[in-house]
């Protein structure tokens, strides 16, 4: 298995440039996340999916997008990136087999997004 | 709101000694704990979790966590420190009920000097 994969891996944007960062797990997993992570701040989440189809707001959605037409992809856009955008982004995935809320979150490799 | 606080930015510690770092957690109802550790340009990897029962859990890498309900607490401790151990580690609450994203604290630098 490969787990939870992201690409790309690195990108740099200019200003009110668009992109889609793309999340994919092979573990069957209902749940996904899209994290990000600042230094000093921890991470904080954007937004998350319980199913396919199905998407949330999390802590900072302001300025994302995202959508889950596949139970195995979850992809987040950036529709006119600032450079407030600079950061690291993660996916997570957890699956419900005994309860989700039991289960741990697998996390993917990141995407490191500059915004000139 | 629910929150998890690790007070300390970096710990420092001699390899060959223990460690341990600290996480505290507001939470209403039972908490369900983790802790995570990320090494350089690595995603975050899960080292251990408190679901219920004994107070003491034993995860990867000779990690161990003990919970005090009482405290409010959830360090993560290691009886003898490697310098491989030298990551940030993360600690994360997920409130009960429900099937709700993790909630992260900011992270703790642990620094092992040989």
């Known amino acids: 298995n490969a787990g939870v994969t992201q690409t790309p891996k690195f990108r740099v944007l200019k200003t009110g440039q668009s992109m889609t960062l793309l999340c994919a797990q092979d573990?069957?997993?209902?749940?996904m996340y899209w994290y990000r992570q600042d230094p000093g701040m921890g991470l904080r989440l954007i937004h998350y999916s319980v199913g396919e189809g199905t998407t949330a707001k999390g802590e900072v959605p302001d300025g994302y997008n995202v959508s889950r037409l596949k139970k195995q992809n979850f992809l987040l856009g950036l529709e006119s990136a600032a450079p407030s955008q600079t950061s690291v982004y993660f996916c997570a995935s957890t699956g419900t087999s005994g309860g989700a809320y039991y289960n741990e979150q697998f996390f993917g490799p990141g995407t490191r997004l500059t915004v000139l | 709101a629910q929150s998890v606080a690790q007070p300390e930015d970096q710990v420092n510690v001699a390899e060959g000694n223990p460690l341990t770092v600290k996480c505290t957690y507001s939470v209403s109802g039972n908490p369900y704990l983790f802790w995570y550790v990320q090494y350089p340009n690595r995603g975050l990897q899960f080292l251990l979790k408190?679901?219920?029962?004994?107070?003491l859990v034993k995860g990867s890498y000779g990690f161990e966590a003990e919970f005090n309900k009482s405290q409010t607490s959830f360090h993560l401790k290691k009886p003898s420190a490697l310098v491989s151990d030298s990551a940030l580690y993360f600690c994360?609450?997920?409130?009960?009920?429900?099937?709700?994203?993790?909630?992260f604290g900011k992270g703790t630098r642990l620094s092992v000097i040989a």
């Open positions: 994360a609450v997920r409130p009960f009920p429900g099937n709700t994203p993790l909630v």
């Open positions: 408190y679901i219920t029962g004994d107070n």
């Open positions: 573990m069957n997993h209902e749940y």
